[in-house]
């Protein structure tokens, strides 16, 4: 392949990973309405569109491996298509999540204080993810070092959401059967609270894979 061919399919692995993942914070963006409105057809629509991201995630895994395969890239070049390999990684697992995510608003309704508690917690894990998307893309190092500082942030909100719905749950005076009810609410809340703090342990893996790309450091790499 001519050295100008080459470039140009360096750049086209990175518009099109930047596509994917347009498209899986498109998806996590409508598992949040999803959830937050109790929308069912949503739910469905995020549910559907799952496949479709698998399709883009195994055709972009198929050109980097061919990119190792046929041009053996070396340095700068080699750690670019490594990290991007492993960033749809990342992003097929984030879209998982998102199905996840609409499958729980498929399992029914929160009360309205989860529901404020989990949309913030799960705008802050968009935000995260977005800003780690922007960094690959523009290979800022600096970006990449804020969203890992970050994290403990969101760690910190999840562990306090996951506290206090089940503080409420011991808290209530309802009877056995409410009780019942309420344990697969608290369920679905927990796994929720869980999945979107997951969503920002893979911002933070792509941001530091980015991180690998640009400094070149293999622990980064992982």
Not at 52 to 64: K, T
Not at 138 to 147: D, G, H, L, P
Not at 178 to 186: F, R, T
Not at 191 to 197: G, P, Y
Request: hydrophobic residues 40%; proline residues 1%.
């Amino acid at each position: 392949m001519p050295r100008e061919d080459y470039r140009e399919s360096l750049d086209e692995l990175r518009a099109n990973i930047e596509s994917m993942a347009k498209s899986v914070l498109g998806q996590l963006s409508r598992a949040l309405d999803a959830f937050e409105s109790d929308d069912h057809r949503l739910a469905r629509e995020v549910i559907e569109d799952d496949e479709r991201i698998n399709q883009q995630y195994l055709g972009l895994e198929a050109d980097c491996i061919d990119l190792f395969a046929l041009q053996q890239p070396v340095a700068s070049d080699l750690r670019f298509v490594a990290a991007s390999f492993k960033i749809l990684t990342d992003l097929e697992r984030i879209g998982d999540l998102a199905t996840n995510l609409a499958r729980y608003a498929l399992a029914g309704s929160a009360d309205a204080v989860s529901e404020v508690r989990i949309r913030k917690i799960g705008e802050t894990a968009y935000s995260q993810l977005q800003k780690a998307v922007d960094a690959y893309v523009n290979a800022n190092s600096e970006a990449c070092q804020a969203i890992v500082a970050r994290d403990d942030e969101l760690d910190a909100s999840c562990q306090n959401a996951s506290e206090n719905v089940v503080r409420e749950l011991i808290a209530s005076e309802s009877d056995r059967w409410e009780i019942e009810l309420l344990l697969d609410d608290v369920s679905r809340l927990l796994l929720t609270i869980r999945d979107l703090e997951r969503i920002g342990d893979h911002a933070v893996n792509i941001a530091a894979r980015t991180l690998y790309m640009n400094d070149g450091d293999p622990k980064l790499i992982y």
